[in-house]
């Protein structure tokens, strides 16, 4: 027997302990004015209690964490039309690099960097009656959950700073890959990454990659091969540069935010959500990467 409990408690209190927690992203200027010192997670179980520590019942800005929300989105929408706009492959480059867009003329490298997260974002403003509106109702459909929100001030920020995502969102323009017009475009993804949620309400949303397409309302989005898919993209893809480091440290498909979360997997086990807002300079929760590594040192679950 698995004591969840005992093993949380203690990484946080390791982890409190230490005085590196990394650096809190200053890019946007409106999260600059996160305390660095919270530290939550939350476990649920698939078959079992749910477990949890420290901060995991408070809101912080997901970011790219809603890249996988969309991606999931699209995909239900039109299927494997996706992939003709956007490729599988990791990109081993930081999150916002643009050189690679040019040189693969327009097809982003996967879905979960920002060129190819934007040409999703544009997939949904086509496709959906009212974008934002129907795309945070299927995140509320799928965390089970009516009292997400966007952060209109978050979004507002990033879009007084995105220079690097309209450049971005341009260059996909000039190769023919974004339909719809960049404002509107980038009005969607500014607000995407603005959505706040809580480590409990991340790992309920996650339920759905790790129980088979099946949320936890019992609704169905996708279909087993889909969840395959976005598991796989998770693994190759989900930490940008570090997404080897990633596997290799802690073993499951996961994504992470710039506002310091980490949202992971064990198909048919669990989802398990780490917020800790200091980033590593790879833009990913510096010590996220470690509570998941110790969760899954400490417990031997993962998916190899
Ligand atoms: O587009 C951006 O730069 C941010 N809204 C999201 C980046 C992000 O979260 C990268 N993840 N680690």
């Known amino acids: 027997m698995v004591e969840y409990q005992k093993i949380l408690d203690k990484i946080y209190s390791d982890l409190k302990k230490t005085k590196d927690h990394g650096e809190v992203a200053a890019y946007i200027p409106e999260l600059k004015n996160v305390d660095p010192d919270k530290f939550g997670m939350y476990l649920n179980r698939l078959h079992g209690d749910n477990f949890y520590v420290g901060d995991w019942n408070e809101s912080f800005s997901i970011q790219s964490i809603s890249k996988v929300f969309t991606l999931g989105k699209a995909m239900s929408l039109i299927g494997n039309d996706v992939w003709k706009r956007v490729d599988v492959e990791p990109s081993g480059n930081p999150f916002n690099y643009l050189a690679l867009l040019e040189q693969e003329e327009g097809i982003p490298r996967n879905p979960l960097i920002n ?50 995502n309209y450049a971005i969102a341009n260059l996909l323009k000039s190769f023919d890959n974004l339909h719809n017009d960049v404002e509107t475009v980038m009005d969607f993804y500014f607000h995407q990454c603005s959505l706040e949620m809580t480590c409990e309400q991340l790992s309920n949303s996650f339920y759905l990659f790790a129980n088979r397409g099946k949320c936890q ?21 989900g930490f940008y540069d570090e997404a080897g480091e990633f596997a290799f440290e802690v073993g499951l498909p996961g994504k992470s935010g710039v506002g310091g979360g980490i949202v992971a997997l064990l198909p048919n086990e ?35």
Not at 131 to 146: G, M, S, T
Not at 285 to 303: D, H, P, R, V
């Open 115 to 164: 060129s190819g997260a934007i040409v999703m974002a544009d997939i949904l403003v086509s496709e959906l009656d009212d974008p934002k509106k129907d795309f945070l109702q299927f995140v509320r459909n799928i965390a089970n959950d009516e009292s997400i929100i966007y952060n209109e001030k978050v979004a507002i920020s990033e879009a007084k700073t995105g220079f690097t």
């Open 270 to 304: 669990f989802t398990l959500t780490c917020w800790s807002p200091g980033l590593n300079p790879k833009g990913n929760s510096y010590l996220g990467m470690k509570a998941l590594e110790a969760f899954t040192t400490a417990t031997n679950l993962s998916i190899f």
């Open 217 to 237: 309302r019992n609704c169905e989005y996708l279909t087993l091969n889909q969840i395959k898919r976005i598991n796989a993209i998770l693994l190759t893809c």
